[in-house]
Structures are given as structure tokens and as C-alpha cells.
């Protein structure tokens, strides 16, 4: 029998199924069971080809919003816009120029920047470190200088005020490009003597060094980290060379080079919190020599505009402070082989980012490579198969080692 519509036994199933829908031949295909299902999968039909349908178009919106779908999505074409060539009029036509209403500037092709279409990336965390607040002598073969955690318009009146207390004058003065050197100074052993000629006398003697005239060339630079400044200095004696306006590439008496560092980083130390700015100095800071770029692919590239020596020197020693650990350092094929940590990169990752990891505390074998480059030095990072790493993973661990460069 159908269902009881009217008494107490409505809205009841019929005990037995009205056909057959499967199984074996007999009372197995009329079991109630059965035939509940047959009844059941009856009614589904329409949700699941509903659900079916539901799933296919939110499996395809990604289609359809796709640049050649059959919606095109235009939002993002203002990345790539190009101005188009002006129109050209037919000869039998009179061409009249019209002013353009609004002038379109020229526009810095900014390779990578799909990136980030909707949202700007957020900023970046800085890597704190308490020798990086200290102003300090660096070395690197028979080169030295002198690193200042302030912007060169910050310690360029420092500069002339360590030469203003000696009594030394300057004969030549460029704030724009950093340089600066003294007058020629003769030491009088009679005469009242400043910490700067006290450098030059003591350094001549240990040199047994008795004529001629001694001058200070100095250079001032922009640092690899920002609001960084780098001070080199050069000794020369007219008697040893021909006096020139070029600044050298060492000085007369190495010596006395680090010694004049010594004392002018003493004295810039003691007068950190003199934060005087000389806008004449200003231009100096323009001058980088650490720059984040993105390649042909998008893929993130620290430009070091150094020599091979340094940068290699500067890349080493930053991977070295940032206690990540290296594996293989090939300077010959100019890469490191590292393992990176989340705690190196001063981050608590979540979400995808975690995952690139092995565990909570785990870590990430990678391949940093220098490669030259517009005449700089291009830093990249590589997983081991020496393939680019995902972009994120990269602009970090870029980040990580320019913030550690000294």
C-alpha cells in the first residue's frame, strides 16, 4: 500500500517497496531497507545535481575571471598600461594638433609589480643588534674604515668640527660628493699640538719618516644597512708622491690611516647624540650601496654595489651574524650553502610560511649565488636544486642579510 494520508499512520513509508530496484531475485529486493534506499536516492537526485552544479561554477570562477576567460578581469591591466603611439591622419585630411587636457608623466617600468595588485606588502621587521648602534673600525685586507650608525648629513659636521678643534684647516670641500681634504700641515715639535698633528708626529716617527708635508684625504659614504655612514681616510706626504686631486686607493702611511680612524671614531662615539644635520650633506645619502630590485620573473635580487672582495666578505660575515649556519662557502663559484632558520629571520611565521619549514624549530637548506650584474653584484637565493625560491622566502632572507652588512 502508498502512504496513509489521513489517521494515524500518516506520513508513514509503505512497508514494501513498489518495485524491484536491484539485488537478488525475490523478497531480497522488496526488503524495506531496500526500498528505503530506492525511495531515498530518488528524492537526492535533485540536490545532488544541484550540489554538482553549484560545485562546477565555483570551480570555474577562477575561469571566469581569468584575463582570457569568458569574463576578462581588467582590474590589474593599469600594471602593464603603455602609452600607445599618437594616431596617424590620412594625407587628404587636415591634421590639427590638440594640446593634451592631462599630461601623461613618464612611467618607471617596475618589473614585478604584480606581486602585490590589491595589497602593498607590509613592512619589514628590523633586525635589532647592539653592535650595530657602535660606531667601529672595519677591515678588509689592507683596507680599512670607519662604519657610524648616523646618516652622512648627521656626520659630516662632525667631520670638520674633529678638524675645527686641531686647528687644521680644509683647502678643498665637496659635501656633495662626500670628500674633503686638509691643507698641507708641517709639524712644529715647539708649537701647541692639536690630536690630529699628535697622530701625524707620533706616526712619523714610528715610521722614521723626516720629510716632507702631510694632508688628510677624506671620503664619506652612505653604509650598506641605511642611516649608516662609512669614513675613509687616506694619509699622504708630498714627498712620497705627487700631489693629486683623485683620492687614492691607499695612503702613504697605513699606520697612521688607522690611528686617524682610531681618534675620529672616539670622537664621532662621544658626540653621538649630536644629531646637527648639514643639508649640504644630504645628496651623499642618495648614493646606496645595498638595493632590493626584482628580476625579469619577478623573483626578489639584493643589488650590492661593492667589489667581488667586499661583497663576498660582506655576505659571508652577514650570514655569519645572523647565526645562520653555513655549510659550503665556494668563492670561486661565488655561493653559500646555508641552513636557515625561522628564528634567523627574526620572524614567527605563520600560515603557508611555516610550512617551508620541518617543525616548529626546523629548518631550510638554501643556496645564496653573487652574480655581476649592472655593474653591481646581484644576490639571489636558490633551494638545493639551485631552482629560485618562492618570493616570499627570498625578499626574507635578503632582508636578513643586508640588514646584518656592515
Known sequence: MGVVRNGENRHRHPTTAPAAVGGAAGGAAGTPAAGGRAVMTARRWPTLVAATGI???????????????????????????????????????????????????????????????DQAP???????REEARTVRIQSLGDRSWLLVPQAPAIVWPKIKQFLANSGVDVAFEAPA????????????????????????????????????????????????????????????????????????????????????????????AANVSDEAVSFVAT???????????????????????????????????????????????DKDAALFDVVVTKSNLNQEEKGWFRSMFDGDDGAVTIRVRLDERDQ???????????????????????????????
Open 283 to 329: 645628496n651623499i645619502s642618495t648614493q646606496t650601496k645595498a638595493r632590493m630590485t626584482r628580476g625579469a620573473g619577478g623573483e626578489p635580487i639584493l643589488l650590492l654595489y661593492l667589489d667581488f672582495a667586499r661583497a663576498w666578505a660582506t655576505v659571508s660575515q652577514s650570514l655569519i651574524d645572523a647565526d645562520a649556519e653555513v655549510l659550503l662557502a
Open 122 to 128: 607590509k613592512p619589514n621587521s628590523l633586525y635589532v
Open 177 to 268: 660628493m662626500g670628500r674633503l681634504d686638509t691643507r698641507w700641515l708641517e709639524i712644529d715639535s715647539g708649537a701647541r699640538l692639536g690630536v690630529v698633528q699628535l697622530v701625524l708626529r707620533d706616526g712619523r716617527q714610528a715610521a722614521q719618516v723626516s720629510s716632507g708635508r702631510d694632508r688628510i684625504m677624506l671620503r664619506l659614504e652612505q653604509g650598506i644597512r641605511v642611516r649608516t655612514s662609512e669614513i675613509h681616510i687616506r694619509i699622504q706626504n708630498d714627498s712620497v708622491h705627487v700631489p693629486g686631486s683623485t683620492f687614492p686607493d691607499s695612503s702613504d702611511f697605513p699606520e697612521i690611516e688607522k690611528e686617524m680612524l682610531n681618534e675620529l671614531g672616539g670622537y664621532i
Open 55 to 117: 560545485a562546477v561554477m565555483l570551480g570555474g570562477c577562477g575561469w571566469l575571471s581569468d584575463d582570457r576567460g569568458l569574463i576578462v578581469d581588467r582590474s590589474d591591466d593599469y600594471l602593464d598600461a603603455r602609452e600607445r603611439p599618437a594616431l596617424l591622419v590620412a594625407e587628404d585630411l587636415s591634421g590639427v594638433a590638440i594640446r593634451q587636457v592631462m599630461v601623461i608623466p613618464p612611467i618607471e617600468d617596475r618589473v614585478g609589480s604584480e606581486t602585490y595588485p
Open 376 to 406: 653591481a653584484l646581484a644576490v639571489t637565493i636558490h633551494d638545493e636544486q639551485d631552482e629560485l625560491v618562492e618570493n616570499h622566502l627570498s625578499e626574507r632572507i635578503l632582508i636578513m642579510i643586508r640588514e646584518f652588512a656592515t
